[in-house]
């Protein structure tokens, strides 16, 4: 699904697309360019999210600023975090990859 050369592959917005057409919220919480390429943090909401239950995950997103086409994604998997500590924890996930490659 991501692109090695950063013309060919999917774009962002169809990428988002894809990850909403089910119910789930993608909520961005940070964005950074570095060298050329934006990269994007969002919080992932899956549908069956409750306020007990939480949110689920944690998504990077490099992204070529020109053609927006997706160069990497990662996933984090927040349901054994603790809880109000999760920004600080996918913040510091964020830094460790932001920019890197």
């Not at 990850?19 to 990269?39: F, P």
């Not at 899956?46 to 490099?62: C, E, N, Q, V």
């Amino acid at each position: 699904m991501a692109s090695t050369d950063g013309e060919a592959g999917i774009k962002l917005r169809d990428f988002l697309h894809m990850w909403r057409s089910d119910g789930t919220k993608l909520i961005r919480e940070s964005r950074r360019v570095v060298d050329g390429a934006t990269w994007l943090l969002y919080s992932v909401y899956f549908p069956d999210s409750t306020i007990t239950y939480g949110r689920h995950m944690a998504m990077i997103l490099k992204v070529n600023t020109k053609t927006r086409v997706i160069l990497m994604h990662d996933l984090k998997n927040l349901t054994s975090e603790v809880k109000q500590n999760y920004r600080q924890g996918i913040d510091a996930w964020f830094e460790e990859h932001a920019g890197k490659y």
